[in-house]
């Protein structure tokens, strides 16, 4: 196993952005309860991610995609349980519109937060040695 300085060397735990992307939206996911959840699900995709900057804030945004992605899903599943049948016709202008407008913002929030968390995680990974690897 060679130890050069390419972007294999530098990761912290020999997975890719995908692996690392699907943790951090998976962190994301299980806490969005909480303020500013996606800067850490982010944070842990761009830790594990453990590159420059450019590639936390591509692994932080594809954390934010998953966490998307997951939201989407249980919204769907919440609204598929509700007795009355939902289609376009049947919710008023303004709810329909305050319902896309707030999925859109949320959406915008989760992405733009896991990207900066995820330069934040990659910075730290290249400062700090925590796990000490």
Do not use: K, N, Q, W
């Not at 692996?19 to 995709?45: D, E, K, M, N, Q």
């Amino acid at each position: 196993m060679s130890h050069g300085t390419g972007e294999a060397a530098t990761r912290r735990d020999g997975r890719g952005a995908p692996v690392s992307a699907l943790t951090g939206g998976l962190v994301s996911f299980v806490t969005i309860f909480l303020p500013f959840a996606p800067v850490v699900g982010g944070a842990i995709a761009g830790y594990l991610r453990a590159g420059d900057a450019r590639a936390g804030a591509l692994t932080g945004s594809l954390a934010g995609l998953v966490a998307v992605l997951l939201l989407a899903g249980l919204a769907s599943g919440v609204l598929a349980l509700l007795p009355v049948p939902i289609d376009a016709a049947s919710f008023p202008d303004p709810l329909g519109l305050a319902l896309g407008v707030g999925g859109v913002l949320l959406a915008a929030y989760v992405l733009v937060l896991s990207t900066v968390g995820g330069v934040c995680g990659s910075f730290a990974a290249s400062e700090v040695d925590i796990m000490g690897r």
